[in-house]
Nanobody, 127 residues
Framework: QVQLVASGGRSVQAGGYLRLSCTAP????????WNWFRQTEGKQREWVSS???????TYAESVKGRFTFVSANAKNTGDLQVYRLKPEDTAMYFC?????????????????????YSQGTQVNVSS
């Protein structure tokens, strides 16, 4: 069973940098689109960014110009680089893989993308 794990979150000062990773331990991803979401306590999960299987990227206005996918062409990683962090970026971040061509292969078996979000990774930005 493929399960996504988001990692890379930690406490940083405003203006800092993080790299958030989205992996499936034991599996290699290929030809996937990727979505990132974030959620703060008491609020609904909000969409942050998307990398489509054609390599196109979209970002929420609140993060545009500061968040960027590590490799828009690779489609085998959903890693997100986060620059110039702000206190309002403080949240639990989640990733999700998608796409008809998206596969996760390991131990000679391949699967489609999991339906579930990853477990979250906490980002705390102090002013």
């Amino acid at each position: 069973q493929v399960q996504l794990v988001a990692s890379g979150g930690r406490s940083v000062q405003a203006g800092g940098y993080l790299r958030l990773s989205c992996t499936a331990p034991g599996f290699g991803a290929a030809s996937c689109g990727w979505n990132w979401f974030r959620q703060t306590e008491g609020k609904q999960r909000e969409w942050v960014s998307s990398l489509s299987t054609d390599g196109s990227t979209t970002y929420a206005e609140s993060v545009k110009g500061r968040f960027t996918f590590v490799s828009a062409n690779a489609k085998n990683t959903g890693d997100l680089q986060v620059y110039r962090l702000k206190p309002e970026d403080t949240a639990m971040y989640f990733c999700k893989a998608r796409g008809m061509t998206c596969t996760f292969c390991g131990d000679d078996r391949c699967y489609g993308p999991p339906d579930d979000y990853s477990q979250g990774t906490q980002v705390n930005v102090s002013s």
